[in-house]
């Protein structure tokens, strides 16, 4: 099993690093090419503005949405929730994202978060987050803050959460992914 | 229930910021060039470097309503700078809520014994370093993020060079020394053990490293990212050029693909001249900002 991860700006190796401990091959992607044989994407943290310019100028942008529109399972953390809900980016998830939606830095928070699907809390890291305000009724919500914030979703082969796995010591929202969205997505 | 200022919390910003390019910006306007070129922060100072070398005198944290206008404006995260040492500046940046804030040599020194204690903070800071020695006293005091310190507002790329090569090759140095020496490189390093003993573990530094101090082309960014630099700040490069805009894309290009050397070569074309410059070392030694704050 091959999995990318979106290397244009942002939190790449920490995302790297912890697809390797899952047992999985890793691909680095900076342009289209990179994205033949994959059976997954993951979208990392990093700033949303920053990276979907830089999609734009490698020509990936349309490309990418075409993927997944076409079922290749992506996971986006933070600025990659935002790029695969906004319409003028990926447009992966039916959603309205609330960029920011926490605050400026200094209210970047740790909360350890119930997700759908894992049997123990996850610890949370929220840094300059967004949220989800609305999502479309395809859209199943996997977590939300204490103060009712969804912050972990799913739409078929798209699964997208706020704060950053790749942080934390924990993979399980990396093996979630791959069992849930890529071998199901590898079984059809 | 909710914890906020933690350490991963504040070296998880910066991480963040990673193959990204981080602008000086004096006004409003330049904030917005500077986010629509793709910048992942930018970094409010009312004179860029090169101005206050030019301009001499004392200088000091920028005007705290000049910085909420830009904070107002962008998106993305705003920096701002204090005199190294100067806890007063340090507060009052932390109270308007900046993203981050650089403890930085580029101003005049407050203190010349004592940086922050930065871990009293919720907000995180970068600092510079010129070696591994500068490098790990900031992290002790709690930085979240460095840089080196380059000659700041010179433009010229030769300090930055040696920092960068200088911090790696101290790294490499103590990855291949055995452990029961490491005492000894803790102490000729004049920094606390436990954190030479992480850098022999993990064989690189626990926070990210940036470039900075005389980057002003699109080359100088990818070769500051060859050495190792996790991403890149660019002082007066970009609005002392004479087209900023183009040179802020180009950056950010170079910075995002750094062994692009086509694509690299294509962004350089017809950009027009870069700032001008100062041979770094043409300046006289009370004139360079780097040995600032090396204690």
Redesign the interface.
């Known amino acids: 099993m091959k999995i990318g991860v979106l290397a244009l700006q942002g939190a790449v190796s920490e995302h790297e690093q912890m697809l390797a401990d899952c047992g999985v091959d890793v691909q680095l992607v900076k342009g289209v090419t990179d994205l033949i044989d994959l059976d997954g994407l993951v979208i990392p943290g990093g700033e949303s503005t920053t990276i979907k310019k830089l999609l734009a100028k490698a020509s990936m942008l349309s490309v990418l949405k075409d993927k997944i529109l076409a079922g290749m399972p992506v996971l986006g953390t933070c600025a990659g929730l935002v790029l695969l809900t906004q319409d003028d980016a990926l447009n992966g998830l039916d959603g309205q994202v609330q960029r920011n939606g926490f605050g400026r830095q200094i209210d970047s928070f740790e909360e350890n978060i119930t997700i759908t699907g894992l049997d123990h809390p996850f610890p949370g890291i929220f840094i300059r987050a967004p949220y989800l305000e609305t999502v479309g009724p395809e859209v199943e919500i996997l977590g939300k803050t204490f103060d009712n914030r969804i912050i972990a979703a799913r739409q078929k082969n798209v699964m997208v959460t706020a704060f950053h796995p790749e942080l934390s010591e924990d993979s399980s929202i990396h093996e979630l992914f791959i069992t849930q969205c890529v071998n199901e997505n590898k079984m059809n | 229930?909710?914890?906020?200022?933690?350490q991963?919390?504040k070296r998880?910003?910066a991480?963040?910021?990673?193959?990204?390019v981080i602008m000086d910006v004096a006004n409003v306007e330049q904030a917005r060039i500077a986010?629509a070129?793709?910048?992942?922060?930018v970094m409010a100072l009312e004179r860029v470097p090169s101005d206050i070398r030019a301009a001499g005198g004392v200088a000091r944290m920028s005007d705290p309503a000049m910085i909420e206008e830009i904070?107002a404006a962008v998106?993305?995260?705003v920096m701002a700078k204090v005199r190294i040492g100067h806890i007063a500046e340090a507060r009052i940046l932390?109270s308007i809520?900046v993203?981050?804030i650089d403890e930085s040599e580029v101003l005049t020194p407050a203190d010349d014994v004592y940086h922050i204690d930065k871990n009293e903070y919720?907000?995180?800071f970068v600092c510079g370093c010129r070696n591994l020695g500068e490098a790990l006293r900031r992290i002790a005091e709690g930085a979240s993020m460095l840089r080196t310190k380059g000659e700041p507002g010179t433009g010229d790329i030769v300090e930055a060079v040696r920092h960068m090569q200088k911090v790696n090759q101290q790294i490499r140095q103590i990855v291949a020394t055995k452990s029961e020496h490491l005492m000894d490189m803790a102490r000729e390093l004049q920094v606390p053990l436990n954190l030479v003993q992480e850098i022999h573990e993990q064989g690189k530094l626990p926070v990210v490293n940036f470039a900075a101090g005389g980057v002003s082309t699109p080359a100088d960014a990818a070769l500051m990212m060859n050495l190792g630099a996790d991403g890149v700040f660019v002082g007066s490069g970009i609005f002392k050029s004479e087209n900023p805009a183009k040179f802020a894309k180009a950056i950010?290009?170079a910075t995002?693909?750094p062994t692009?050397y086509r694509l690299i070569a294509e962004v350089s074309k017809n950009l027009g001249k870069p700032m001008k410059g100062i041979d770094a070392l043409s300046l006289d030694q009370h004139d360079k900002m780097a040995p600032r704050g090396q204690h």
């Open positions: 229930m909710r914890e906020t200022g933690s991963r919390i998880g910003m991480q963040m910021q990673k193959g990204g986010e070129a793709g910048a992942v922060a904070m998106s993305i995260p932390e809520g993203d981050y919720q907000v995180p950010v290009t995002a693909h692009d």
